[in-house]
């Protein structure tokens, strides 16, 4: 009797001893599910939004992913595709590094993606397609509010309206940056990039650094609010319906190894703005290659203008090469 209680125990005790892990097994799978929202995915191919929008489980618009996404969190593209609109109210970068074409299609007077951040949010978009599809395609990028947008390897064309938009108030004392880089712009019917943001005492502060802006209807890049400082380098604005380059209303704009050719008006023009150019190349421009009314131009000495309008320029000067 005594040698079977033994063996009872025994086996009780290899038992619980096997049971006992589960709960623990269970605690670290869920809690590594948990940081797989702070990298969410989509898919066209196999893509749901009822699903999660984990790796294996994608979602198949960026919004839906959005809103499963934590903040300071990021959205992956797993294959070509359209993703559809989206609006973004956090922290967040949207990422397609190669898999091929993937973005949003606009129509119907939307906007392709808007960003309306907090204060402190900061937006990143890289590797994506903004496209009107021929039937009232609205805007491609607005970016209303939030601490930054950075948009790179991006393609925004065929819009009926602009087709990058900067339109937000800045925050009273505030400062909000705005970076532009490797992105095709062309084929709006509006602006290629129109830089207008809101406020009286904060800045705006926006680089284009290898931007190309092509057949607009309107302006190549069109800066206009006194709180607006741009600089462009190794940027090009062609074929554009207006000016490839504009600054008005007492904005800023600087710009380096840039090039603005065969725009119907002008080059570069300065309208009661401020300008600074280095390295430019403006030729072919049908009214003008650099104009300016009532503004401070300075020129470096070392740039190529066909036309340029100096009798315009009152407080245009030369300055020697920095």
Known sequence: MTHIMSAIIVVLFALCASVTPAPAQVARTSAASDPGLARTYVSSVNGNDANDCNRLTPCRTFQVAHDKTLGNGEITVLDPGGYGAV???KTLSIINDGVGEAGVLV?????????????????????????????GGGNGIRFNTGLSL??????????????????????????????????????NGGNGILIQPGGTTGNLSAVLNR????????????????????????SVAAFNGFSGFSATNASFLS????????????????????????????????????????????SYGDNVAGIPNIANCP???SAPKL
């Open 211 to 234: 931007v190309e802006m092509y057949n607009n209807t309107a302006n190549g890049l069109a800066v206009t609010s006194p709180i607006a400082f741009v600089t462009s380098v190794d």
């Open 107 to 135: 129509s119907g007077g939307l906007i392709g993606i808007t960003v309306n951040g907090g204060p402190a949010d900061r937006v990143s978009l890289r590797g994506l397609t903004v496209k009107g599809i021929g039937f």
């Open 255 to 298: 710009a380096k190894r840039s090039t603005a050719v065969y725009n119907r008006q002008n080059g570069f023009i300065a309208d009661h703005a401020v300008g600074e150019f280095s390295e430019t190349t403006a030729l072919h421009n049908f009214v003008s290659d650099l104009a300016c009314i009532a503004a401070a131009v300075t």
């Open 150 to 187: 950075t948009v790179e390897n991006c393609a925004v064309r065929n819009h009926t309206g602009d087709g990058i938009q900067m339109l937000g108030n800045v925050p009273a004392n505030g400062r909000v940056t705005f970076v532009l880089s490797n992105t095709f712009v062309a084929d």
């Open 87 to 89: 609006a973004i109210t």
């Open 315 to 317: 407080l245009f000067s």
